[in-house]
């Protein structure tokens, strides 16, 4: 076990002890940084004692680094002047690099500077720390995870939450982690050094951004985007509790929005809100989406939760019309065929994406979310926002990206909300009309 020569935060003392994999993510003013900053100093002064005198070799790496300035090389620099390190212990401090005692080396790097080749010049290192790791891909992940075969040999990863699908949530929270990796959750409250200015930084951030409160300070997963079209409206709801727990009237019938990415009955991505209207209230009961899966898996899931014909309205944007060119048959046909009383939403044109937004924000305070069953649909919601010109400083419209379908079914749901509410009022009224209401 590593002893750190300075105070370390009772949260951190875990990643004192020797493994493959160490982690810590949390919000800003946990001290993760400046822990592992610390460590690395430590490590570099106990490693030639332990290896005859071969010092170490670190890098410090981001996914993508322009510069020095957006490395950890500032930080370790500021750490050896607290600690009254310098040349006179082993510590020179180069323009891109650190050397250490015994003849080690620190160096500082972007994933994006490495190929399948060059990242073997690693081979040898015993330290890597990434730093920001929320925004590593895949692909680095990769490519980095086998190059650090020294005996002995750790992987730090200190990030911020962003997504719970981004690469190194998956890699370290998730079900399946490495063998003896060791991660911790830090944020402000577990810092017991927590600097008056920063003490005051969280509380601004709490009044005047409460959307981003959680992920900036909390360690919360992005949840709203700022700028995002219904960021307000969803903190909102949140505080008010209407995203949370919400029961389904069993005597109501369900309506099912779709978004449809691509035409015919082989398009690529879908996505549909399960909502309920009750009174003055829309009930959104359940999300689903789905990226290359056949329509009949779309079924199955309807089925599964007994969103049944006689129970269920499928309402389709106006591409559910259109038929696949291979196989010549289009959503509409295909969900009638299996039983279902299907509505296809006509095409309203170039300000249809417009029409939906403001639809949507005018009925946010009548709409609850279940929050167990929408989640992934309360995160599109959360992430849609406007593309910008940044040259000329305007909007664009809708950015395209995996939260648009999502949204997109959300905003056909709320263009059609107040046919559906007139045409439930008419049921209602005329005791003439079947007891099935929807």
Not at 152 to 162: I, M, V
Not at 176 to 181: A, H, Q
Request: proline share 5%; aromatic share 10%; net charge negative.
């Amino acid at each position: 076990m590593s002893v750190l020569q300075i105070p370390t935060a009772k949260v951190f003392v875990p990643l004192l002890e020797p493994a493959r994999y160490k982690g810590a993510y949390g919000g800003r003013g946990s001290g993760k940084s400046h822990f592992f900053g610390d460590l690395l100093i430590d490590d570099c002064l106990t490693e030639p004692g332990n290896s005859g005198g071969e010092g170490m070799r670190a890098v410090c790496i981001r996914e993508v680094q322009k510069d020095l300035a957006q490395s950890s090389k500032l930080l370790i620099e500021s750490k050896l002047r607290e600690r009254g390190l310098s040349e006179a212990d082993g510590f020179k401090v180069y323009r891109d690099l650190i050397s250490v005692p015994g003849d080690g080396i620190v160096i500082f790097k972007g994933m994006n500077d490495y190929t399948a080749d060059s990242i073997k010049s690693l081979e040898g290192f015993k330290r890597g720390w990434w730093e920001e790791a929320q925004t590593a891909t895949l692909h680095s992940l990769n490519l980095y995870r086998p190059t650090l075969r020294a005996e002995g040999a750790e992987r730090w990863f200190s990030w911020n939450p962003r997504r719970k699908s981004d690469p190194v949530d998956v890699l370290l929270r998730g079900a399946e982690r490495p063998t003896g990796s060791i991660v911790v959750e830090a944020n402000w409250r577990d810092n017991p050094w927590l600097t008056s200015e920063l003490k005051q930084e969280r509380e601004d951030c709490l009044r005047q951004q409460p959307d981003q409160y959680e992920h900036i300070w909390e360690g919360g997963y992005v949840s709203v985007v700022a700028g995002a079209y219904y960021a307000s409206h969803l903190t909102e709801a949140r505080r008010a509790g209407r995203i949370g727990a919400v029961p389904i009237d069993p005597l109501l019938s369900h309506h099912l929005f779709f978004d449809i990415g691509g035409t015919g009955s082989k398009a690529d991505a879908v996505s549909i809100w399960a909502l309920q209207f009750v009174g003055l209230q829309i009930r959104a009961v359940n999300y689903y989406e789905a990226v290359s899966q056949p329509l009949a898996t779309h079924l199955n899931w309807m089925r599964e939760h007994e969103y049944l014909p006689k129970r269920a309205k499928v309402w389709l944007p106006h591409d559910g019309s259109s038929n696949d060119k291979v196989y010549d048959i289009s959503y509409e046909s295909a969900i009638k065929a299996a039983g279902y009383d299907v509505e296809v939403v006509p095409n309203q044109g170039r300000g249809a994406a417009k029409a939906r937004i403001e639809a949507a924000r005018r009925l946010f305070p009548s709409i609850w979310f279940n929050e167990a069953t929408t989640q992934g649909g309360l995160d599109a919601l959360g992430w849609y926002h406007e593309k910008k010109d940044e040259a000329r400083d305007i909007g664009l419209g809708p950015e395209h990206d995996w939260s648009s379908h999502g949204a997109d079914a959300f905003g056909l749901a709320c263009v059609c909300a107040d046919e559906i509410r007139k045409e439930q009022n008419r049921v209602i009224q005329d005791p003439y009309k079947a007891f099935r209401r929807g």
